[in-house]
C-alpha cells in the first residue's frame, strides 16, 4: 500500500542552523502539506502546495519557513534559522483532490533544536 | 513563557464495549470535519469525516455525529478492541481555505 514517508525520523540541531525536512509524498497525490505537533499539544497547520505553489500558509508558517517540490517525487520543509520553540514533531501529507479528500499522513520528523 | 502541554481527556473501556469521543469545534462557519486516530509515535490516519450538510455518516465500527446547534462532533466507536488505543481527535476546516484546526485529543484506552 502507498505510503508518505519522511526523512530523516530525527533532527537534533543547533540554534540558529538551517534544517531541511523531507517527505515523498504518494505519487499519485497532488496536494501536499505540513503540520507541526508541539509535545502534548495539538496538531497545527503550517502550509499547504498545489501546483507547485503555496496555496495557504499559517500564521505559524512565517518568512523563516518555507518549502519546495525540487522534483517530481520529493516536497520539502526548510527551516532557516532554527529557534528553540521549532522544536517539534514535524508531518508531512498528501493527498489527490484537496481539502474535502483524506489526507495521508507520514509518520513524522522529531526536530529538536538545542 | 514556559509553554505547557495540554492534558489530554481519557477514557478507558472494556474490548468489546462501545466507545464514545466528544470534540467541541469552536467556528460555526467550518464546513467539513475529520476524526483522526494517531498512535504512539505515528502520524495521525484519517478516521472517517463529515459534510456540513450532513448529521451522521458511519463508516466500518465507526459513526461521526454533527450537531452544529452546538459545534459539537462524536465519534462513536462499536466493539472497541486493543489496537483501537490510541489518541483521536477531531479537525474543523472552515471555508474558504483549506486549513484545518485540530482539537486537542482524547486518548482511548482498551482494556483486554
Known amino acids: 500500500e502507498p505510503e508518505v514517508t519522511q526523512t530523516p525520523s530525527h533532527q537534533v540541531t543547533q540554534m540558529g542552523q538551517e534544517v531541511i525536512l523531507r517527505c515523498v509524498p504518494i505519487s499519485n497525490h497532488l496536494y501536499f502539506y505540513w503540520y507541526r505537533q508541539i509535545l502534548g499539544q495539538k496538531v497545527e497547520f503550517l502550509v499547504s502546495?498545489?501546483?507547485?505553489?503555496?496555496?495557504?500558509k499559517s500564521e505559524i508558517f512565517d518568512d523563516q519557513f518555507s518549502v519546495e517540490r525540487p522534483d517530481g517525487s520529493n516536497f520539502t520543509l526548510k527551516i532557516r534559522s532554527t529557534k528553540l520553540e521549532d522544536s517539534a514533531m514535524y508531518f508531512c501529507?498528501?493527498?489527490?483532490?484537496?481539502?474535502?479528500?483524506?489526507?495521508?499522513f507520514g509518520p513524522g520528523t522529531r526536530l529538536t533544536v538545542l | 513563557g514556559e509553554s505547557v502541554g495540554l492534558h489530554l481527556p481519557t477514557l478507558s473501556v472494556q474490548e468489546g464495549d462501545n466507545s464514545i469521543i466528544n470534540c467541541a469545534y469552536s467556528?460555526?462557519?467550518?464546513?467539513?470535519f475529520i476524526w483522526y486516530k494517531q498512535e504512539s509515535g505515528k502520524g495521525p490516519q484519517f478516521i472517517i469525516d463529515?459534510?456540513?450538510?450532513?448529521d451522521k455518516r458511519q463508516g466500518q465500527r465507526v459513526t461521526v455525529l454533527l450537531n452544529k446547534t452546538v459545534k459539537h462532533l462524536s465519534l462513536q466507536i462499536a466493539a472497541t478492541q486493543p489496537g483501537d488505543s490510541a489518541v483521536y481527535f477531531c479537525a474543523e476546516n472552515p471555508p474558504p481555505g483549506n486549513q484545518f484546526y485540530f482539537g486537542t485529543g482524547t486518548s482511548l484506552t482498551v482494556i483486554p
Open positions: 467556528n460555526s462557519a467550518s464546513d467539513y
Open positions: 463529515i459534510r456540513s450538510n450532513m
Open positions: 502546495f498545489y501546483n507547485n505553489e503555496i496555496s495557504e
Open positions: 501529507a498528501s493527498n489527490w483532490g484537496g481539502p474535502y479528500n483524506e489526507q495521508f
